[in-house]
Protein backbone atom coordinates (compact mmCIF):
# COMPACT_ATOMS: atom_id res chain seq x y z
CA UNK A 1 0.00 0.00 0.00
CA UNK A 2 1.37 3.51 -0.99
CA UNK A 3 0.58 6.32 0.89
CA UNK A 4 -0.48 9.28 -1.46
CA UNK A 5 -1.62 11.68 1.45
CA UNK A 6 0.54 14.65 2.90
CA UNK A 7 -0.77 14.39 5.99
CA UNK A 8 -0.17 11.98 8.65
CA UNK A 9 -1.51 10.90 11.91
CA UNK A 10 -0.06 9.07 14.27
CA UNK A 11 -2.61 7.32 17.13
CA UNK A 12 -1.77 5.32 20.09
CA UNK A 13 -4.53 3.52 21.02
CA UNK A 14 -5.32 2.08 25.06
CA UNK A 15 -1.56 0.91 24.85
CA UNK A 16 0.10 -1.26 27.56
CA UNK A 17 3.72 -1.72 28.36
CA UNK A 18 5.31 -4.56 30.07
CA UNK A 19 8.82 -5.77 30.90
CA UNK A 20 8.95 -9.20 32.52
CA UNK A 21 6.04 -9.29 34.61
CA UNK A 22 6.50 -5.49 35.40
CA UNK A 23 3.68 -3.27 34.46
CA UNK A 24 5.74 -0.16 32.65
CA UNK A 25 2.98 2.12 31.63
CA UNK A 26 -1.24 1.18 30.42
CA UNK A 27 -3.91 2.63 28.95
CA UNK A 28 -2.05 5.40 27.13
CA UNK A 29 -3.76 7.25 24.81
CA UNK A 30 -2.65 10.11 22.17
CA UNK A 31 -2.40 11.33 18.23
CA UNK A 32 0.43 12.94 16.53
CA UNK A 33 -0.14 15.49 13.08
CA UNK A 34 1.88 17.00 11.14
CA UNK A 35 4.31 19.29 13.03
CA UNK A 36 4.02 17.89 16.21
CA UNK A 37 7.43 17.42 18.43
CA UNK A 38 6.66 14.68 21.38
CA UNK A 39 9.19 14.79 24.04
CA UNK A 40 8.86 11.62 26.08
CA UNK A 41 9.81 12.10 29.90
CA UNK A 42 9.98 9.84 32.59
CA UNK A 43 12.95 8.25 34.84
CA UNK A 44 15.51 5.27 34.07
CA UNK A 45 13.31 1.98 33.49
CA UNK A 46 10.03 3.76 33.01
CA UNK A 47 9.55 2.24 30.00
CA UNK A 48 10.63 4.99 27.42
CA UNK A 49 12.39 3.12 24.99
CA UNK A 50 10.32 -0.10 25.53
CA UNK A 51 7.52 2.73 24.13
CA UNK A 52 9.97 3.87 21.12
CA UNK A 53 10.64 0.93 20.01
CA UNK A 54 6.80 -0.39 19.94
CA UNK A 55 5.65 3.14 18.06
CA UNK A 56 8.47 1.63 15.52
CA UNK A 57 7.10 -1.55 15.27
CA UNK A 58 10.37 -3.18 17.00
CA UNK A 59 8.24 -5.24 19.64
CA UNK A 60 4.60 -5.54 19.55
CA UNK A 61 2.28 -3.84 22.30
CA UNK A 62 0.99 -5.92 25.39
CA UNK A 63 -2.38 -4.69 24.64
CA UNK A 64 -3.49 -1.60 22.36
CA UNK A 65 -2.29 -0.82 19.31
CA UNK A 66 -0.29 1.91 17.38
CA UNK A 67 -1.66 4.01 13.94
CA UNK A 68 -0.44 5.42 10.79
CA UNK A 69 -2.97 7.17 9.32
CA UNK A 70 -5.58 4.77 10.45
CA UNK A 71 -4.22 1.75 10.03
CA UNK A 72 -2.70 -0.80 12.68
CA UNK A 73 1.02 -0.50 11.89
CA UNK A 74 1.44 -4.62 12.68
CA UNK A 75 -0.97 -4.96 9.47
CA UNK A 76 0.95 -2.10 7.23
CA UNK A 77 4.10 -4.14 8.21
CA UNK A 78 6.76 -2.27 5.68
CA UNK A 79 4.52 -0.50 4.20
CA UNK A 80 4.71 1.53 7.66
CA UNK A 81 8.33 1.04 8.30
CA UNK A 82 9.87 2.80 5.46
CA UNK A 83 7.56 5.94 6.85
CA UNK A 84 9.72 5.53 9.78
CA UNK A 85 13.40 6.85 10.81
CA UNK A 86 14.44 5.42 14.11
CA UNK A 87 17.85 6.48 15.65
CA UNK A 88 18.35 4.17 19.32
CA UNK A 89 20.29 5.77 22.33
CA UNK A 90 23.26 3.52 20.72
CA UNK A 91 24.90 4.87 17.77
CA UNK A 92 24.08 1.50 15.66
CA UNK A 93 26.49 1.29 13.26
CA UNK A 94 28.63 -1.03 12.53
CA UNK A 95 32.81 -0.26 13.38
CA UNK A 96 34.64 -1.70 10.85
CA UNK A 97 32.54 0.03 8.12
CA UNK A 98 33.69 4.04 7.26
CA UNK A 99 31.38 6.62 8.00
CA UNK A 100 30.32 6.73 4.17
CA UNK A 101 30.04 3.16 4.11
CA UNK A 102 27.57 2.82 7.00
CA UNK A 103 25.43 5.50 5.45
CA UNK A 104 24.82 3.16 2.46
CA UNK A 105 24.37 0.35 4.24
CA UNK A 106 21.77 1.87 6.44
CA UNK A 107 20.17 3.95 3.68
CA UNK A 108 20.05 0.33 1.79
CA UNK A 109 18.12 -0.90 4.52
CA UNK A 110 15.66 1.65 4.46
CA UNK A 111 14.96 1.21 0.88
CA UNK A 112 16.42 4.53 0.36
CA UNK A 113 18.72 6.16 -2.36
CA UNK A 114 22.52 6.76 -1.33
CA UNK A 115 23.89 9.90 -3.44
CA UNK A 116 28.22 9.87 -2.46
CA UNK A 117 28.21 13.56 -2.72
CA UNK A 118 25.53 14.31 -0.99
CA UNK A 119 26.00 11.82 1.85
CA UNK A 120 30.10 13.65 2.08
CA UNK A 121 28.94 17.14 2.31
CA UNK A 122 26.39 16.26 5.33
CA UNK A 123 29.08 14.11 7.52
CA UNK A 124 31.59 17.45 6.39
CA UNK A 125 28.90 19.59 7.60
CA UNK A 126 28.77 17.12 10.87
CA UNK A 127 31.89 17.93 11.55
CA UNK A 128 33.10 14.59 10.39
CA UNK A 129 35.67 15.82 7.15
CA UNK A 130 38.54 13.82 8.54
CA UNK A 131 36.90 10.86 9.50
CA UNK A 132 34.66 10.09 6.17
CA UNK A 133 37.39 6.75 5.43
CA UNK A 134 38.34 5.75 8.38
CA UNK A 135 37.02 2.51 10.73
CA UNK A 136 34.25 4.02 12.48
CA UNK A 137 35.66 2.35 16.02
CA UNK A 138 38.27 4.93 15.68
CA UNK A 139 35.92 8.00 15.98
CA UNK A 140 35.03 8.68 19.33
CA UNK A 141 31.08 8.67 20.93
CA UNK A 142 30.10 12.08 19.51
CA UNK A 143 31.80 11.33 15.96
CA UNK A 144 29.71 7.95 15.69
CA UNK A 145 26.50 9.36 17.16
CA UNK A 146 26.83 11.71 14.48
CA UNK A 147 27.51 9.21 11.66
CA UNK A 148 24.07 7.97 13.02
CA UNK A 149 21.87 11.44 12.61
CA UNK A 150 23.60 12.04 9.21
CA UNK A 151 20.70 9.57 8.31
CA UNK A 152 18.13 12.50 9.28
CA UNK A 153 19.50 15.05 5.89
CA UNK A 154 19.91 11.66 4.03
CA UNK A 155 16.18 9.63 4.50
CA UNK A 156 13.63 10.89 3.30
CA UNK A 157 10.59 9.72 6.47
CA UNK A 158 7.56 11.48 7.68
CA UNK A 159 8.24 10.17 11.05
CA UNK A 160 11.36 10.43 13.43
CA UNK A 161 11.76 8.03 16.27
CA UNK A 162 14.99 9.41 18.52
CA UNK A 163 15.95 7.53 21.34
CA UNK A 164 18.79 10.14 23.58
CA UNK A 165 19.87 12.13 19.95
CA UNK A 166 21.41 14.53 21.47
CA UNK A 167 23.76 12.31 23.75
CA UNK A 168 27.81 12.95 23.46
CA UNK A 169 27.13 15.94 21.06
CA UNK A 170 29.21 19.00 21.10
CA UNK A 171 27.53 22.24 21.61
CA UNK A 172 27.85 23.43 17.78
CA UNK A 173 26.56 19.24 16.45
CA UNK A 174 23.55 19.88 19.60
CA UNK A 175 22.69 23.58 17.69
CA UNK A 176 22.72 21.90 14.10
CA UNK A 177 20.61 18.80 15.58
CA UNK A 178 17.95 21.43 17.07
CA UNK A 179 17.55 23.16 13.97
CA UNK A 180 17.25 19.97 11.88
CA UNK A 181 14.47 19.23 14.02
CA UNK A 182 12.92 22.50 13.66
CA UNK A 183 13.16 22.66 10.02
CA UNK A 184 11.73 19.16 9.76
CA UNK A 185 8.74 20.12 11.80
CA UNK A 186 8.43 23.22 10.30
CA UNK A 187 8.08 21.43 7.08
CA UNK A 188 5.53 18.88 8.63
CA UNK A 189 6.98 16.27 9.73
CA UNK A 190 6.10 14.39 13.53
CA UNK A 191 9.30 13.81 15.81
CA UNK A 192 8.75 11.81 19.14
CA UNK A 193 12.42 12.02 20.96
CA UNK A 194 13.55 11.45 24.71
CA UNK A 195 16.03 13.59 26.16
CA UNK A 196 17.81 14.39 29.30
CA UNK A 197 19.51 17.27 28.03
CA UNK A 198 17.73 20.89 28.30
CA UNK A 199 17.03 21.54 24.38
CA UNK A 200 14.25 23.81 23.33
CA UNK A 201 12.70 23.39 19.63
CA UNK A 202 10.79 25.88 18.38
CA UNK A 203 7.89 23.80 15.96
CA UNK A 204 4.34 24.47 15.29
CA UNK A 205 3.05 22.07 18.13
CA UNK A 206 4.98 21.13 20.72
CA UNK A 207 3.85 18.43 23.73
CA UNK A 208 5.27 16.41 26.32
CA UNK A 209 4.12 12.72 27.42
CA UNK A 210 5.63 11.47 31.19
CA UNK A 211 5.78 7.97 32.14
CA UNK A 212 5.73 8.04 35.61
CA UNK A 213 7.78 5.30 37.66
Not at 39 to 60: E, H, P
Not at 148 to 174: G, H, K, M, N, V
Request: net charge negative.
Amino acid sequence: MEFLVTNHMLTVINLVGVRGERLLYEKLNFSLSNGTVLYLQGANGTGKTTLLRTICGLSKPYEGSVNWCGEDINVLAEDYYKHVLYIGHLPGIKEDLTALENLQFSLALSGAQFNLNQATEVLKLLGLAKGLNLPTRMLSQGQKRRVALARLWLQDSPLWILDEPFTALDASATDLLKQKIEAFANDGGIVIMTTHQEVEVHVPKLEQLCLDA
